[in-house]
């Protein structure tokens, strides 16, 4: 089967490599792909934009592709499954009606308390005294998300009032992220740990990957701006089996039920994004349409089973008595971003030391390019690195040994990413 994965970054890397390992697969082509995917054996990039619906669909009846993967979630919010699907392809991946759960929070938070699912206390805003009068009265820390896609980037935890109000400027003017902004949700700030859930999903039957934690904050210790992530560990230790019955029964199920209900079934990944109070009780901080970034690598990395098969079965709806397996082994991923990441940074920096190998690693490439032989930083998140050890300790020792062997010019990277699980596992 020749197989397309749509998108550029490190989780359509991890995705596209995950499946070419398929003995079903003779060749995964990737729209556009960096130049990391490049480099993998059955592996091909197609220079076609992951927006330009017309261009991907002529490109994948001229190549005679036999099934379509989407990474990223704007052309998901868009609805490249519909195209896809009114074209007569296979394509994995919710319709646009499906993907409103991550194109707009507001939707998101009314379907939530219209079913009963446990999230945090919210309003709706689009004008700006009344927004900041609702700041006032709440008081903070507290929470101010843009309505729209701001990738990843949309969220402010505001620990005084006047952050509260700044960020509601920025947004509700338009200056932050467009229109994305022009609607914000307010949400009370939630105590716990926060953990990503991600599921398969044929309409019906929803079936659990292996549990995840990101970082998204910037800098060490969860300090500095919120970014598209920085890290990730599989498995979460704070997702225990009592809280992934509660997951899949407060949270999962009435989802998919609930879709159902709005006429909208969900075919996809559905990733939740999750709260954990210390009683081990979910809150629903998020839903994305796709697999996380950077949850996929080390998520993929640890994936024994054919993910083909498991996308086609969800296609199919057939996902019912399918199960995943997994390496027991604990998977952890550093993220190398260019420096001033999130906000400046700058492009086209040689990067050095890809070709020194270590044991129980993998470099997946995000933000890339190859010009004249050489490979060059193209983006904010550049690299994801991921180490497998019989620990998260081990495991990060793994990955930081490879990611003290990469540099480039100004190059950034957290070093502590696993910091909460390291502590528990050794309380």
């Known amino acids: 089967m020749r197989v397309l994965v749509i998108g550029s970054g490190g989780r359509e890397h991890a995705l596209a490599w995950k499946l070419s390992l398929s003995d079903r697969v003779t060749e995964v082509l990737v729209a556009p792909g960096n130049a990391g995917t490049a480099l993998e054996a059955k592996v091909r990039n197609l220079e076609v934009d992951t927006n330009d619906f017309t261009g991907l669909i002529d490109r994948a009846l001229a190549e005679r592709v ?20 009114g074209a007569g392809l296979r394509i994995f991946g919710p319709t646009k009606k499906a993907a409103q759960l991550e194109g707009s929070k507001s939707f998101t938070k009314l379907f939530l308390d219209k079913y009963a699912i446990p999230t945090a206390e919210f309003q709706t805003f689009d004008e700006l005294d009344s927004a900041i009068e609702y700041v006032e009265a709440r008081g903070t820390p ?35 992220f467009g229109d994305a902004g022009r609607q914000v949700v307010i949400e009370e700030f939630l105590e716990g740990e926060e953990a990503s859930f991600i599921c398969l999903c044929d309409g019906k039957t929803a079936i659990s990957f292996a549990s995840s934690q990101d970082h998204k904050r910037r800098d060490e210790g969860d300090l500095g701006p919120n970014t598209g992530g920085m890290g990730a560990y599989s498995p979460a230790p704070v997702v225990d089996r009592k809280v992934h019955k509660k997951v899949m029964e407060q949270v999962i199920s009435p989802t998919l039920n609930g879709m159902i209900e709005e006429g909208s079934p969900y075919v996809g990944f559905l990733y939740a994004g999750l709260m954990i109070d210390k009683h081990g009780n979910p809150k629903v901080i998020e839903f994305n349409c796709r697999f996380g970034d950077p949850e996929a690598q080390p998520v993929m990395y640890r994936l024994r089973s054919d993910l083909l098969e498991a996308c086609e079965k969800a296609v199919s709806g057939e996902l019912k008595d399918y199960h995943l397996e997994f390496d027991e082994r604990v998977a952890l991923g550093v993220v190398m971003a260019a420096g001033g990441y999130p906000v400046e940074y700058e492009t086209g920096d040689i990067i050095e030391g890809l070709d020194v190998t270590a044991s129980n690693t993998k470099v997946f490439h995000a933000g890339t390019i190859e010009v004249e032989g050489e490979i060059k930083t193209n983006g904010g998140r550049v690299l994801c690195v991921v180490g497998a050890g019989e620990s998260v300790a081990s495991a990060a020792e793994f990955a930081y040994a ?6 480039w010019k100004d190059h950034y990277f957290r070093g502590d990413i696993g910091h909460r699980a390291i502590k528990r596992q050794s309380d």
């Open 142 to 176: 507290i929470v101010i998300k843009a309505d729209g896609l701001a990738a990843g980037k949309g969220v402010v935890i505001a620990q005084t009032k006047k952050e509260a109000i700044d960020a509601l400027k920025e947004m509700l003017s338009g200056e932050a």
């Open 66 to 85: 036999d099934f379509t993967l989407v990474g990223p979630e704007i052309p998901l919010v868009e609805g490249i499954v519909d195209a896809f699907q």
């Open 402 to 407: 490879r990611v003290n062997n990469i540099k």
